[in-house]
């Protein structure tokens, strides 16, 4: 009951969000740490409810998350189809579909981002300065490129990283690039 009575209050519809279900849940009206000054409030909110702890429930959460990302990472980088950052340090991780030119790399990580979310796995676009990612032998057309980009932050990703990959994979293929 209170979550409609405040969701009245923030509840918002931005663009860039999606939402599983039409039922409210907390985290369509809570801190995301996406708004100016919210990342601070949001970390000390965290650190109320999760106090640093080596082996504590935030600190195992975080490492599963970048378990989840390294092995997704790991995936990423033995695909002769995609390029990649550096190792993921915490849960986020970026990578490109490699092409012969930069701009027809983030063509192809729109056509892969449309058709992973047809198969409903949500990634995110990030466009990054091209010395960022490992290019190799692409030709530099732009200075800048769009990726694909994954946050690997609930504890159960972990052990969803082989359908990740095969939704990943799929996808791929599905954009134009087939397995090599």
Not at 87 to 97: G, S
Request: with cysteine.
């Amino acid at each position: 009951m209170w979550l409609r009575a405040v969701g009245r209050l923030y509840y918002h519809d931005s663009p860039y969000t999606y939402y599983t279900s039409t039922e409210m849940h907390l985290g369509e009206i809570s801190l995301e740490c996406s708004r100016p000054g919210a990342a601070a409030v949001a970390l000390w909110a965290t650190q109320q409810l999760f106090p640093l702890d080596r082996d504590g429930e935030f600190a195992t959460g975080l490492a599963s998350g970048r378990a989840a990302a390294l092995a997704l990472y790991e995936r990423l980088k033995r695909d002769s189809r995609f390029v990649t950052g550096s190792a993921p340090e915490l849960d986020i991780l970026v990578w490109a579909p490699r092409a012969e030119r930069i701009s027809d790399a983030s063509n192809l990580s729109q056509r892969i981002f449309d058709e992973a979310a047809r198969r409903h796995l949500h990634l995110a676009l990030v466009t990054l300065p091209v010395h960022l990612i490992d290019v190799q032998d692409m030709q530099r057309d732009r200075d800048t490129i769009i990726c694909l980009r994954s946050v690997l932050m609930k504890p159960e990703h972990r052990e969803w990283v082989d359908r990740i990959w095969s939704i990943v994979d799929a996808a791929t293929s599905a954009a134009g690039l087939p397995p090599r």
